[in-house]
């Protein structure tokens, strides 16, 4: 994850984004051939890393290895995870090809050059993102409430 999907989710949600400053807004989108063609390489490289995770006898980390983020309080032990999926395949391998989705549709938005669509897609990512995260690696994590 934290080499082959993170890297390329960042860089499509990084590549559209409205910034207000003190200074004025800031509309961040690709807009030279080299910009689209950057982005373009990100969302590909997404959409072959779903593929990867659907691989079987994929293994989250290798025995004994430490997840990045595993002294966050509520994240999963890379053992723990491993189990979850394990027992949930089928499952897993749907959220694999949301994954996938999101990036083609990253990919559809790119090819035609549109920012809106992009940032649109960027929306689809980071909910297959957090749908597969809330079950397979934080689940237990404390979420606020409404009055919070």
Known sequence: MQSVVDPPAD???DSVATISTASGI???????DEEWATVRRH??????AANLLAMDGRRVAHEGQQLEDS?????????????????????FIEHAHALQ????????????????ALSA?????????????LKYWYPNTPRPTASQ
Do not use: M, N, V
């Open 121 to 133: 897609a960027g929306g689809a990512l980071d909910e297959a993102c957090e749908q597969c995260h």
């Open 71 to 91: 002294h966050t309080p509520g994240i999963w032990t890379a053992e723990e995870i491993q189990k979850a999926i394990d027992g949930s395949r089928p499952e």
């Open 101 to 116: 989705s999101a990036a083609l549709a990253a990919l559809a938005a790119i090819d035609a050059r549109d920012a809106e």
């Open 11 to 13: 860089a499509l949600w």
């Open 26 to 32: 800031e509309e961040r989108q690709p807009r030279t």
């Open 43 to 48: 969302a590909i490289t997404l959409a072959e």
